[in-house]
């Protein structure tokens, strides 16, 4: 989509869209209360919207480690047969 920005286009285009009432409720009061315009609170709402999906941000595993020193003692890792039989070990079947 490329770095595309829509401050400062001279021709604003008329629409209609349907907002939810509470919605467009909430937003006239923050409107109000910031002494600014419905219209310009909502093209900062759209702006930001198109901003996240130009740059969304990728994808970061988290490190998942533990303290410790590795398998318990009796355990061979990688026999998962025995490591499941000791998880259930007591309990049924």
Do not use: C, H
């Not at 937003?27 to 109000?32: P, Q």
């Not at 702006?47 to 988290?62: Q, W």
């Amino acid at each position: 989509m490329g770095n595309l920005s829509l401050v400062g286009w001279a021709m604003p285009a008329k629409t209609t869209v349907e907002i939810r009432e509470p919605l467009l409720d909430a937003a006239r009061v923050v409107a109000s209360e910031e002494q600014t315009s419905l219209r310009a609170l909502i093209e900062e709402g759209l702006e930001l919207a198109l901003e996240k999906r130009r740059d969304p941000k990728p994808f970061a595993l988290r490190k998942a480690t533990f303290k410790g020193k590795g398998v318990q003692e009796g355990i061979r890792e990688g026999d998962w047969q025995s490591i499941r039989g000791m998880i259930y070990e007591g309990r049924g079947d």
